[in-house]
């Protein structure tokens, strides 16, 4: 049920997969005192980039969607995980409300929603959509292939609360990634449990917050099982706010990008790695794989900063704050497309994942653009847990632990990213 | 994958999976609550018969072995529950001591014991087995099929703690029913936890306590979903210790067994099930299936309490403490056979389970007997969950909910019963 892969990994990846096979108890207690300190987002999906050498997550998604694409022997764990999730937050909860994506909903983020919602009524809860989408002002059902419907209702905002005509929810589950700003509808809500909380959305949040975090994270984490915290680090540099038209835009960008490659060049040195480094340019918020560059020489930017001319197109370079990011090859393929693994948790628990597949996507590209595909990653014989004593890299599907242990590390960096942006806790300091 | 099962289920029992199923965010919520004021066994299996008329519990296992009947796609479900367990009990531990069985391990009990230590080791902890059998006075390792071994070594008690040598565990995981009564080297462990407690052994677990446990839940249970208890709870009764070579203990039996089939019969009538009644005679004490006798009719215990006579053999009853059950037939088949789904849980989560089958027995006998089989229930299509809107009955493996709901009854009654005979609670009384 696992989709063979092709991979080719040679070189201190094994070693880094032998090295966290071996250590799985000492890791395991090192994510059970983490979550000691501090709280995970309720869900997380998290896109790692296996490059044969090295390990990373290249996008920590506080909002996930893509539910449905998990493999459905997986439910159990994640209605589990929903079980866990529910008995800390509020146990005596009877009512969860779901705030989807404004907008009007695809096929597929209906079957992800029609997921989420099975997963927490499975876990014991009572689960409906409140629409924020001011267009929504009525209830409005959508028809799903299996015959069930999906409705979204208006969010109503009572004094204090937040719920829909006769349904009062302990928790509200944003599934909207608030792009525009946090609504008023969802602000000063005391009583009720928002997930993720509003820092958590792209109004608020940075990419490159979120990996300063990870960096954070992934040196210590290096340090505990004795590896190179590059092995599962992309490096960045970030701009702040630039004007790509203007000469100190372009320059900024230019010397970061320079500065960037030198430093990976200089891994990839050590390592003996014989590829050419990139780096990705991406904008600092947002979800969506749009406007991202791939940069293997800062000369390619060299037009940057000058007036657009007429008829010659300038690079598309995403405005605004900008995140330049170590490009992380990957080297999993299914059936010759390029594929990376998404893995997907609730609460502190990985519940599943699978492989983003693009036939028309390079291996120093994103696929996460359309065209892409999704393999579910199954069980096969429990494979996707480690075996301690199998040889690493004997099968591949013993590699999900690692995919499982590296999707952590992201949460972990994704719930320090979130006390530090933490209004109470800012007004506390 | 899931074993066609041949089941007739009709009458009560459909009404019964219907509520149940409808229910599903009620029942959650309950057992959220339970959990908020009880703490669940570590581990537990539970026995379960299903009449079609009529499903309950007939065995609640305190130190379940049978671990490698479960399906392999069901392990990440237990290491799962094993994690929440770890960080509810002690998340700083590194250490697991499981005490097996004292004598001789079968090569089945060995595949039980390998199972459980890839479950908590794969939730984070190093495991090892500490033996508290006297014949072992050092390590002595078996041979498992598949290459690996299991150590057994002689389990260690310093002033305070129990342990091996250079292995100090943070909780020491019973898995030995403790028949012969609390070793002295088990007690007075004020630093360490002991799973389950000392007073979950034989030598003081009454099967009569924990049904009386049992009843208080199935009536709030029933109250709660709206349903009569009955259709959940198998009646029982019990005589203390009784020699059934005396007057005094045949006429108890007789009368008590009486007094039940009586009932029984009266429940028939009111359901209008056309069955013949029976009820169960077995030591109060003890875990394995040995000494059951099915009774029904108190004539065929005319003979008790007279002294045996050369010859003539006396109906094999259990002596000492005996308990008097309900006897529930089970209506589930696989190719013909008689099968009784087994639930399996660690903390308060449903990890699995099988169909034990035996094709030699009959729907009113004890299945728990040399030449019994087992079915893992696995995954197939998620089925195994409830899917609301679905009809009941209409695919067997949605059972499966149910039963694990069961399951779950009989594990908040144990946890009410090792809170009744917990000796510091009782102190305190």
Known sequence: MVPHLITALTGPINELEQRILDATPVIERWFRLEWME??????????????????????????????HNLSPDMLPLAVQAGQAAIEKICPEAR???????NGKPSSFYLASLARLQEIFRMAGLNVRFGSIDPAVKRAVSYALPDGEKITFEPAQRTRYRVGLKHFDPCTILLNNDLSAGAPGILEDL?????????????????????FQCYEEVAKRFGKLIGVDPWLINPLFASCGEIDIHEPSGGECLRSNVDAL????????????????????????????????MTVRDAKELAQLGSKPTRGKALPEVPHGEVIIQEGVLTNERIHDAVAEPVVYMIDRYVVGGFYRVHADRGEDESLNAPGARFVPLAFANNTQ??????????????RFYMYGVIGRLALVAASYELEATDPELEALA
């Not at 009512?95 to 994506?101: A, D, G, Q, S, Y």
């Not at 040195?269 to 406007?291: C, H, L, S, W």
């Open 95 to 101: 009512n969860l409300l779901i705030v989807p994506e």
């Open 385 to 398: 847990l480690p075996k301690p004593g199998v040889k690493a890299g004997a099968s591949a599907p013993n």
């Open 261 to 292: 490659l030198t430093k990976i060049r200089r891994k990839y040195k050590e390592y003996g790695i014989n590829e050419k480094p990139f780096v990705v340019v991406k904008a600092d918020q947002g979800t969506r794989g749009m406007g991202i």
């Open 38 to 67: 501090h709280t995970p987002p309720l869900y997380c999906s998290v896109d790692i980039r296996n490059a044969g050498f090295k390990l990373s997550p290249v996008d920590t998604n506080l909002y996930p969607d893509g539910w």
């Open 190 to 210: 005391h009583e009720q449990y928002l997930l993720p909380p509003l820092q958590a959305g792209w109004s608020v949040r940075r990419k490159s917050r979120h």
